[in-house]
């Protein structure tokens, strides 16, 4: 049953390519649901393989044209993407509580957060700028110039439908490429609004398209966005399983990579910290989005002296502030998962680590809204052996274990093969900068439980990525740098 009654004003149910609204070759559809209540918000097209050359193809033609545009131009054309974006605040917002399940007020906040990055893009695009090296011979000088990529494969989750869009695409604009996205099977729609509002912006038909498929064809999808030869790179957000397939791919035709991947995030508290305000954060960093975060944090690790007052705060505080619930309903803090093998997956993590002899808090169970609907969860007692301490939980679930020293605290929280966020809660100067120093992850938190924003360089290290989105390094990414030499002077 599909509901298009709903009157989203911002719907829209075909692919995006060369500038028009297009079906698949194959005329099949899959369609998308609401976590919340398990209905049919709408059909999008399930384009194959010969779908997503067609796009890259349109994609490489824009390409010629709107690498050869100003700066300026670029970055007149994101600031009123930007501006339309703001403007449809609310459409946008009820699209993404449709298909992903999150709070409408946590839909929002995706919405300012995913257009900062573009506001921020449209500055930038204005300072990419090249180098006159000193030359090491009398008669003969050196500069650098800055070129865009070329076409850019862009991949991305269903955490941040919209968000991770504006992130990548802001800055690839800038640099002066152009793209196809494939968004995730289960949160095509934001997309889709993005591109329409893009549409609305002026920015010239090809530079942006959307390619829409289902789960079952993303695998052949997302070879030819790797392989196809006018693409130049790949940028993805998602899990660390599938990025590694997609970067295996880029190998072949040695392709640029972006990798935004999973994350396994400690929240370490020191005996120094202000507990209260460590509570507040921690709040933040674990059940935004309902715990499905790559910078969520993952492992709560809390110095004995501190560490029973942490719990009993902690225990508190997800009693009294998480409110389980469909995200349009004013007051709900946490919506759905996204889909029945999150939930399941989130489900199996707890029963598995409480058989081992972990104890839940609060929660720890479905509750009784529907498949998608898990409580919130503290688990104490968790051990290292168990399947929960290693993995990314991705769900409201907070794992937490107890240290003694700064050196063992260390030692457990880089003994991960992800190295994406930390976030570490003291009030010694010393310590801050030491934890600063020897954290193996890209992005380090002093007494803060969210950090990412268009301003600094958002990424991580070892198995959780590579490159970095946000800040200047951000368009970096999609130029290219050019060393001419002019002798004979
Ligand atoms: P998650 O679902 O946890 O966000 P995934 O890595 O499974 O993480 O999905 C992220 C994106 O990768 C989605 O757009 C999904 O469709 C896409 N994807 C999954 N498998 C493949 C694949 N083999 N090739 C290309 N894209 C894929």
């Keep these: ?48 393989a010969c779908d997503a050359k067609k796009a890259i193809e349109t994609a490489s033609n824009a390409f010629e044209t709107w690498k050869n545009t100003t700066q300026k131009e670029r970055s007149y054309v994101i600031r009123k993407w930007y501006d339309i974006c703001q403007k449809n605040t609310d459409y946008l917002a009820e699209i993404i509580t449709a298909e992903s399940g999150k709070p409408l007020s946590e839909a929002k906040g995706e919405i300012a957060y995913g257009n900062s990055f573009l506001e921020w893009f449209a500055d930038t695009a204005r300072h990419i700028n090249g180098e006159v090296l000193t030359s090491p011979w009398p008669n003969k000088q050196i500069m650098v110039t800055r070129h865009p990529v070329g076409v850019v494969s862009v991949i991305t989750p269903w955490n941040f439908p919209f968000a991770m869009i504006t992130r990548k695409v802001g800055a690839l604009m800038a640099a002066g490429c152009t793209c196809v996205i494939k968004p995730s099977e289960d949160t095509p729609l934001a997309a889709l609004a993005a591109a329409e509002l893009a549409e609305q912006a002026g920015v010239p038909k090809g530079v942006i398209n959307v390619v829409t498929t289902s789960r079952k064809n993303a695998p052949n999808v997302g070879k030819i966005m790797c392989e196809h030869p006018d693409i130049r790179c790949i940028s993805f957000t998602g899990s ?48 935004r989005n309902n715990g499905q975060a790559c910078v969520g944090a993952n492992r709560f690790l809390i110095h004995e002296d501190v560490y029973d007052k942490f719990v009993e705060g902690f225990k508190a505080y997800i009693g009294k502030k998480c409110i389980l619930g469909p995200g349009t309903k004013e007051g709900v803090t946490c919506g759905p998962l996204i889909n029945d093998m999150q939930a399941q997956k989130v489900s199996g993590l707890v029963d598995d680590a409480v058989k081992q002899g972990a104890k839940p808090l609060i929660g720890g169970k479905f509750s009784n809204l529907g498949s998608k609907f898990y409580e919130s969860t503290l688990l104490v007692d968790v051990k290292p052996n168990m399947t929960i301490y290693g993995e990314e939980i991705f769900g409201p679930v907070a794992v937490c274990l107890k240290f003694k020293t700064e050196e063992e605290v260390v030692k457990i929280a880089n003994s991960t093969n992800s ?56 368009i970096e990414e999609y130029t290219d740098i050019k060393y001419t030499l002019f002798s004979g002077l």
């Design 1 to 48: 049953q599909v509901h298009e009654s709903r009157n989203m004003q911002l719907l829209r149910n075909q692919a995006y390519i060369n500038g028009q609204w297009m079906s698949a070759n194959s005329n099949c559809v899959f369609p998308v649901l609401n976590p919340a209540d398990d209905s049919v918000i709408t059909e999008v097209p399930d384009m194959d």
């Design 240 to 287: 660390t399983h599938v990025g590694k397939i997609l970067y295996g791919m880029a190998a072949k035709g040695v392709k640029r990579v972006a990798l935004e991947l999973g994350g396994n995030a400690p929240f370490i508290v020191f005996s120094s910290a202000d507990i209260e305000n460590a509570l507040n954060q921690a709040m933040l960093a674990k059940f």
């Design 419 to 474: 190295g994406l966020a930390a976030y570490v809660f003291t009030r010694e100067l010393g310590q801050a900068f030491r934890m600063s120093r020897q954290l193996e992850f890209g992005m380090v938190a002093i007494n803060d439980g969210i950090l990412s924003a268009a301003e600094p360089p958002f990424g991580g290290i070892k198995e959780s990525g590579i490159g970095r989105e946000g800040s200047k390094h951000g």
